[in-house]
């Protein structure tokens, strides 16, 4: 009895486009990914809410309003619900959340859930989506499946709820391409008229689906017949509908692009010239996370990944490599390899995270190699399947496990899976928590100033909230050693210094509270509001009441500024009638409450007061200055220029009195003497 001649060739799909029936088996085959899915995440339900869940879910004013905060999510930028604006139009996740606030408030258990059912339920279509690619190929396509599912790179995106965004992004892309396709072989309407609706719902849940624009025409060129006006026709109508979305979003939240924050933490590439060979050396991170996905991060940000130059060996090797691929997936475009269409397929998705690095100076995030690990998975197993023979007269793989070919298949499958898996299964519960998070990657991540910042705060919380006097101690110690590394790195990170402020706050030293509040940005309100408090509790009423209307001003809804605002006035008033009372000859008594009499912009009992303090003292230079202010105040410039020049008898170099007194006789008119103090302000700099 003759064996059968096997070939080393492996089919071709595009090359018959005519159905066969599936195996008997592909029935069950379907559910595997789906089981895999909650194998690999099903210890992600115990987590509770970590990093942007927070303010994407928990803080977010929107998602905690549940069906009621619907419409506001429709029609605002993606961070606005967390106080934020930065050009996002991403409703459908925050839809979701919303929706589950308002089923079973914020049980972090069921958000989970719902992630890991929407990542099994991407295995599927995913499955379901290459086996009409590679037909008659159901282990090969299995293997694709399950090595896309397991790479411990999508960590990141199914552990945090928030990045629920990514996985309905991906989900509805791999529908619309599933229709598609299925269109193409059948002509039923219906199937393209779903795939614009899964594609449209794609872009609203996460921009980056405009990716699909390219793999449209990629998967009718590569797997069906089609020619280019076909081809041609079908892309254009995903380009309409891309226009259609882009003026939604400009119609609901002003903006396509948005502002770039001045954020050096997130976007610390400035110099365009440097971002070329920045972008080539994080993308060789990229490939190496594909290979050897160890040591993950989930934050790469200033200075975990130093600005690189062309000489640096890893953007020379990466450029290389680039090189290399687009020969070979060009070079082989003719034939239709599957090889080409996986290179292709990687490009044009990691395209998102290249583009954040190149047009914003953004950084490297693991969760832009969620879509990209599909082209690996398909070369990856592209060549493994090569080792399994075909027969010769059906090109059909033969599973003949005496011979080595379908052995080294499965086991190198089953090594890759086991090796995935497991890694996958112990990042998983790192994601449990912030301090379990932020505590592992610092192992790692220690360059990061966003990543010390993040662990010393969380150090700090847990400080404030033990009672043990020991392990409180021992917290705030540690954690503000983290956070002064975060300044080490980054000597302008403003939320460092918030939380310095906050934890010299809880330690009760509020002069340096005060002093490290000073160094946030002065126009965010809870920054203002916070060092407010610090003023309050240094005593300083005055100053606390003048800086938290302004950060009322600045933010009308910041509940803690308008919650204290009426416990700051009370004391203020309080010191104001206690002062005006006390009988005193201390010039500091009188200096302050001329001051008091400030905040409530009584400038004439404030000059009664600060002339009392100058009589007390005739070289009160502050009480002085205060003089000339309200007298400017009052109009009355003459008195105010006598008041700044009787400063410059106290001290003669006073820039403020120049300053003042130059601004003063500008007013009226006096152009010589302007000069003259302008000249003064040069010559004591």
Same mark, same amino acid.
């Given at each position: 009895?003759?064996?059968?001649?096997?070939?080393?060739?492996?089919?071709?799909?595009?090359?018959?486009?005519?159905?066969?029936?599936?195996?008997?088996?592909?029935?069950?085959?379907?559910?595997?990914?789906?089981?895999?899915?909650?194998?690999?995440?099903?210890?992600?339900?115990?987590?509770?809410?970590?990093?942007?869940?927070?303010?994407?879910?928990?803080?977010?004013?929107?998602?905690?309003?549940?069906?009621?905060?619907?419409?506001?999510?429709?029609?605002?930028?993606?961070?606005?619900?967390?106080?934020?604006?930065?050009?996002?139009?991403?409703?459908? +996740?925050?839809?979701?959340?919303?929706?589950?606030?308002?089923?079973?408030?914020?049980?972090?258990?069921?958000?989970?859930?719902?992630?890991?059912?929407?990542?099994?339920?991407?295995?599927?279509?995913?499955?379901?989506?290459?086996?009409?690619?590679?037909?008659?190929?159901?282990?090969?396509?299995?293997?694709?499946?399950?090595?896309?599912?397991?790479?411990?790179?999508?960590?990141? =995106?199914?552990?945090?709820?928030?990045?629920?965004?990514?996985?309905?992004?991906?989900?509805?892309?791999?529908?619309?391409?599933?229709?598609?396709?299925?269109? +193409?072989?059948?002509?039923?309407?219906?199937?393209?008229?779903?795939?614009?609706?899964?594609?449209?719902?794609?872009?609203?849940?996460?921009?980056?689906?405009?990716?699909?624009?390219?793999? =449209?025409?990629?998967?009718?060129?590569?797997?069906?017949?089609?020619?280019?006006?076909?081809?041609?026709?079908?892309?254009?109508?995903?380009?309409?509908?891309?226009?259609?979305?882009?003026?939604?979003?400009?119609?609901?939240?002003?903006?396509?692009?948005?502002?770039?924050?001045?954020?050096?933490?997130?976007?610390?590439?400035?110099?365009?010239?440097?971002?070329?060979?920045?972008?080539?050396?994080?993308?060789?991170?990229?490939?190496?996370?594909?290979?050897?996905?160890?040591?993950?991060?989930?934050?790469?940000?200033?200075?975990?990944?130093?600005?690189?130059?062309?000489?640096?060996?890893?953007?020379?090797?990466?450029?290389?490599?680039?090189?290399?691929?687009?020969?070979?997936?060009?070079?082989?475009?003719?034939?239709?390899?599957?090889?080409?269409?996986?290179?292709?397929?990687?490009?044009?998705?990691?395209?998102?995270?290249?583009?954040?690095?190149?047009?914003?100076?953004?950084?490297?995030?693991?969760?832009?190699?969620?879509?990209? =690990?599909?082209?690996?998975?398909?070369?990856?197993?592209?060549?493994?399947?090569?080792?399994?023979?075909?027969?010769?007269?059906?090109?059909?793989?033969?599973?003949?496990?005496?011979?080595?070919?379908?052995?080294?298949?499965?086991?190198?499958?089953?090594?890759?899976?086991?090796?995935?898996?497991?890694?996958?299964?112990?990042?998983?519960?790192?994601?449990?928590?912030?301090?379990?998070?932020?505590?592992?990657?610092?192992?790692?991540?220690?360059?990061?100033?966003?990543?010390?910042?993040?662990?010393?705060?969380?150090?700090?919380?847990?400080? =404030?909230?033990?009672?043990?006097?020991?392990?409180?101690?021992?917290?705030?110690?540690?954690?503000?050693?983290?956070?002064?590394?975060?300044?080490?790195?980054?000597?302008?990170?403003?939320?460092?210094?918030?939380?310095?402020?906050?934890?010299?706050?809880?330690?009760?030293?509020?002069?340096?509270?005060?002093?490290?509040?000073?160094?946030?940005?002065?126009?965010?309100?809870?920054?203002?509001?916070?060092?407010?408090?610090?003023?309050?509790?240094?005593?300083?009423?005055?100053?606390?009441?003048?800086?938290?209307?302004?950060?009322?001003?600045?933010?009308?809804?910041?509940?803690?500024?308008?919650?204290?605002?009426?416990?700051?006035?009370?004391?203020?008033?309080?010191?104001?009638?206690?002062?005006?009372?006390?009988?005193?000859?201390?010039?500091?008594?009188?200096?302050?409450?001329?001051?008091?009499?400030?905040?409530?912009?009584?400038?004439?009992?404030?000059?009664?007061?600060?002339?009392?303090?100058?009589?007390?003292?005739?070289?009160?230079?502050?009480?002085?200055?205060?003089?000339?202010?309200?007298?400017?105040?009052?109009?009355?410039?003459?008195?105010?220029?006598?008041?700044?020049?009787?400063?410059?008898?106290?001290?003669?170099?006073?820039?403020?009195?120049?300053?003042?007194?130059?601004?003063?006789?500008?007013?009226?008119?006096?152009?010589?003497?302007?000069?003259?103090?302008?000249?003064?302000?040069?010559?004591?700099?």
């Amino acid at each position: 009895m003759s064996k059968k001649k096997l070939s080393e060739k492996p089919s071709v799909a595009a090359a018959k486009p005519e159905y066969r029936p599936q195996p008997p088996f592909f029935k069950f085959m379907v559910w595997i990914p789906f089981v895999f899915a909650f194998i690999l995440y099903g210890n992600t339900l115990t987590n509770e809410f970590a990093l942007d869940d927070l303010p994407q879910i928990v803080n977010n004013k929107f998602v905690q309003q549940g069906f009621g905060g619907i419409s506001q999510i429709i029609s605002t930028d993606y961070w606005s619900g967390s106080g934020v604006s930065l050009g996002y139009y991403r409703p459908l +996740s925050l839809i979701t959340f919303a929706v589950e606030k308002a089923a079973y408030d914020n049980n972090p258990m069921m958000m989970h859930l719902v992630n890991v059912f929407l990542y099994a339920l991407t295995g599927v279509v995913l499955f379901l989506l290459l086996s009409l690619l590679f037909r008659n190929m159901p282990f090969f396509v299995l293997a694709v499946t399950l090595l896309f599912m397991a790479h411990p790179i999508h960590t990141e =995106v199914v552990a945090n709820i928030k990045s629920r965004d990514e996985i309905l992004s991906f989900l509805n892309s791999i529908m619309a391409l599933w229709l598609v396709f299925r269109y +193409s072989k059948t002509k039923f309407i219906a199937n393209l008229v779903l795939a614009w609706v899964f594609y449209f719902l794609a872009l609203m849940s996460k921009e980056t689906a405009m990716t699909t624009l390219a793999l =449209v025409p990629m998967l009718l060129f590569f797997f069906t017949p089609k020619k280019g006006g076909y081809i041609g026709g079908i892309t254009l109508s995903f380009f309409v509908l891309s226009l259609i979305f882009l003026a939604v979003k400009y119609a609901l939240i002003g903006t396509l692009t948005g502002d770039l924050p001045n954020d050096i933490n997130n976007y610390p590439y400035r110099e365009v010239s440097g971002r070329i060979p920045t972008m080539l050396y994080i993308l060789g991170m990229y490939f190496y996370r594909l290979i050897m996905p160890a040591r993950l991060l989930y934050d790469y940000s200033y200075n975990q990944i130093p600005e690189a130059g062309w000489a640096n060996p890893v953007v020379l090797l990466t450029l290389l490599i680039i090189l290399a691929l687009a020969y070979f997936a060009i070079i082989n475009l003719k034939r239709k390899s599957v090889v080409s269409f996986a290179i292709l397929f990687f490009g044009a998705t990691m395209s998102v995270g290249l583009m954040f690095v190149l047009s914003r100076g953004g950084i490297m995030a693991e969760r832009f190699l969620y879509a990209p =690990v599909l082209g690996f998975a398909l070369v990856l197993g592209y060549y493994l399947h090569k080792l399994v023979p075909r027969d010769a007269k059906t090109k059909q793989a033969v599973w003949d496990f005496s011979q080595n070919g379908p052995k080294l298949f499965v086991g190198v499958i089953a090594v890759l899976l086991v090796f995935y898996s497991v890694r996958t299964v112990a990042r998983n519960p790192v994601w449990k928590n912030n301090l379990t998070l932020f505590s592992n990657d610092i192992t790692f991540g220690g360059n990061s100033a966003q990543l010390q910042k993040h662990y010393g705060s969380e150090l700090i919380n847990q400080s =404030v909230a033990t009672e043990d006097k020991v392990a409180k101690d021992s917290l705030m110690k540690l954690g503000l050693s983290h956070v002064e590394k975060a300044i080490e790195i980054n000597p302008r990170f403003s939320e460092a210094y918030f939380k310095l402020g906050y934890a010299y706050y809880q330690l009760r030293d509020y002069p340096k509270a005060i002093d490290y509040y000073k160094k946030t940005n002065q126009n965010v309100s809870m920054n203002l509001s916070n060092m407010s408090l610090a003023y309050y509790m240094n005593g300083d009423y005055g100053e606390a009441v003048k800086i938290m209307q302004k950060a009322i001003q600045l933010n009308p809804d910041n509940q803690t500024a308008k919650q204290n605002m009426p416990m700051l006035k009370q004391a203020f008033n309080r010191k104001l009638q206690a002062m005006k009372k006390e009988k005193s000859q201390d010039p500091q008594h009188f200096f302050e409450l001329g001051n008091l009499f400030v905040e409530e912009a009584n400038y004439k009992d404030a000059l009664q007061s600060f002339d009392m303090a100058v009589s007390l003292k005739p070289d009160f230079a502050g009480a002085l200055v205060n003089k000339g202010n309200c007298y400017y105040m009052l109009k009355d410039y003459n008195a105010a220029i006598k008041a700044f020049e009787a400063v410059l008898a106290v001290e003669p170099n006073s820039q403020i009195a120049f300053k003042n007194l130059s601004t003063l006789y500008g007013m009226l008119g006096n152009n010589d003497m302007q000069l003259f103090y302008n000249n003064k302000i040069e010559g004591a700099k």
